[in-house]
């Protein structure tokens, strides 16, 4: 079983949530899947940032500081793991940042989705019947991820060990 999955979903090819409820059964091209002891995704880190403004006090010498809750500024996620090279995995990463990071009206924030058991589960999205635990995302007309960046390091003398870092950005409703 694997312990992490980054997936994307296209309504131009029927693979949307309502053709394909659960993502592990997308087809394979389409996720990126985390299985020890190959491939592993392991570590998760969310910054989630607020657009709090602070105003000069109107009075002169002023003592105390006026803020303003402007709303939801950014949400980013981290996710940190290894993959072999002989794995289809490097191929998976390269091809996921090249693609169209969304689609016109139905993924208009994102076409990409997180599936991660043992992730933080204050993050649950839909996914009961594919993920009950932890964190989910799974993108629709209402909110996606996109990548930000994703890079990779070779580890060993071999190289065949590669880490590999990705920045997810989450848009569309809270």
């Known amino acids: 079983m694997a312990n992490a999955m980054i997936f994307y979903r296209l309504k131009s090819n029927n693979t949307?949530?309502?053709?394909?409820?659960?993502?592990?059964?997308?087809?394979?091209?389409?996720?990126?899947?985390?299985?020890?002891?190959?491939?592993?995704?392991?570590?998760?880190?969310?910054?989630?940032?607020?657009?709090?403004?602070?105003?000069?006090?109107?009075?002169?010498?002023?003592?105390?500081?006026n803020q303003n809750d402007e709303g939801f500024s950014g949400w980013i996620l981290h996710m940190e793991g290894d993959y072999y090279q002989a794995d289809a995995t490097a191929a998976k990463l390269h091809q996921f940042r090249k693609h169209a990071q969304?689609?016109?009206?139905?993924?208009?924030?994102?076409?990409?989705?997180?599936?991660?058991?043992?992730?933080?589960?204050?993050?649950?999205?839909?996914?009961?019947?594919?993920?009950?635990?932890?964190?989910?995302?799974?993108?629709?007309?209402?909110?996606?991820?996109?990548?930000?960046?994703a890079s990779g390091n070779s580890v060993g003398i071999t190289k065949e060990l590669v880490d590999f870092v990705m920045q997810l950005s989450y848009g569309g409703d809270i």
């Not at 990409?112 to 589960?121: A, E, K, Q």
């Not at 007309?141 to 990548?147: A, D, E, F, P, R």
């Open 102 to 149: 969304g689609e016109d009206t139905y993924h208009p924030f994102g076409i990409f989705g997180v599936w991660y058991p043992n992730g933080p589960g204050y993050v649950q999205d839909d996914l009961s019947e594919g993920c009950p635990t932890g964190l989910s995302i799974d993108p629709d007309s209402t909110h996606g991820l996109m990548i930000v960046t």
């Open 16 to 65: 949307d949530k309502a053709s394909v409820p659960n993502p592990s059964n997308l087809p394979a091209g389409q996720k990126l899947l985390f299985t020890p002891p190959g491939a592993l995704a392991r570590k998760i880190q969310d910054d989630y940032t607020n657009n709090i403004v602070r105003v000069s006090p109107t009075q002169p010498y002023g003592r105390h500081v």
